[in-house]
C-alpha cells in the first residue's frame, strides 16, 4: 500500500510519499514526538483507490476512488524550516510515525460530493498526477491537503473533522 499526498509547501503543490507507519486510524490520540517543539497541522481529504491503474485521465479519475475520509496531516515545523534554510530533506518534518490521522470512511456513493473547494488541488489532479509517475493500486491512499494556513496544535486539544464529516474524526491530542 501506498500514501500519496499532496501539500501545498513553498509555493508550490508538492506530491509527497508518505510510510505506512504514519497513519494514526481509530480515533487514537496522537502523541506529540519528542525531538519537536512545534507541531502544526492541516486538514485533508483522504481517498481510497478501489482500482488498478496507470496514467489516468483526468476525466476518468472519478472511477478510481470508493469512498474518502477526513484527515488531518500532521507536521514538524520546526523540522520542516530546518529543511528550508539548509536543504535537508523534509521527510523528517513530514513522513513519521502517525503524522496522518484518518477519520471514517465514507462511501461516495453515499452522495458525498468531494471537489477542489479548499484543496490544494481536486482529487481529479491528484488521480492524474499521482498516477502519471506510479502505478495506483486498490487500497492505495491519496491524501490532499486543504488550502487552510497550517496551524500549531497544544496538548490536550481535542480536534473533530470538517463541516462535511463532523461525526467522522475525532483526535486527542497528548
Given at each position: 500500500m501506498k500514501i500519496i499526498g499532496f501539500a501545498h509547501i513553498d509555493g508550490t503543490n508538492e506530491m509527497l510519499l508518505k510510510s505506512d507507519s504514519c497513519m494514526l486510524v481509530n480515533r487514537k490520540p496522537f502523541f506529540l514526538p519528542?525531538?519537536?517543539?512545534d507541531i502544526r497541522m492541516t486538514r485533508c481529504v483522504v481517498l481510497r483507490v478501489s482500482r488498478?491503474?496507470?496514467s489516468i485521465e483526468r476525466r476518468f479519475a472519478d472511477r478510481y476512488y470508493d469512498a474518502v475520509a477526513p484527515g488531518l496531516d500532521f507536521v514538524a515545523w520546526d523540522k520542516l524550516e530546518d529543511a528550508r534554510h539548509n536543504g535537508n530533506s523534509w521527510t523528517e518534518a513530514l513522513d513519521f510515525d502517525y503524522?496522518?490521522?484518518i477519520g471514517e470512511w465514507v462511501d461516495k456513493g453515499d452522495g458525498l460530493s468531494v471537489t477542489g473547494d479548499g484543496l490544494v488541488i481536486t482529487p481529479e489532479e491528484a488521480i492524474e498526477r499521482a498516477s502519471r509517475l506510479m502505478t495506483i493500486r486498490q487500497g492505495d491512499l491519496i491524501y490532499i491537503d486543504t488550502t487552510e494556513s497550517a496551524r500549531r496544535v497544544e496538548r490536550n486539544e481535542l480536534i473533530e473533522g470538517p463541516k462535511w464529516a463532523k461525526d467522522k474524526l475525532y483526535c486527542k491530542i497528548k
Open positions: 519528542d525531538g519537536t517543539d488498478l491503474g496507470k503524522s496522518l490521522a
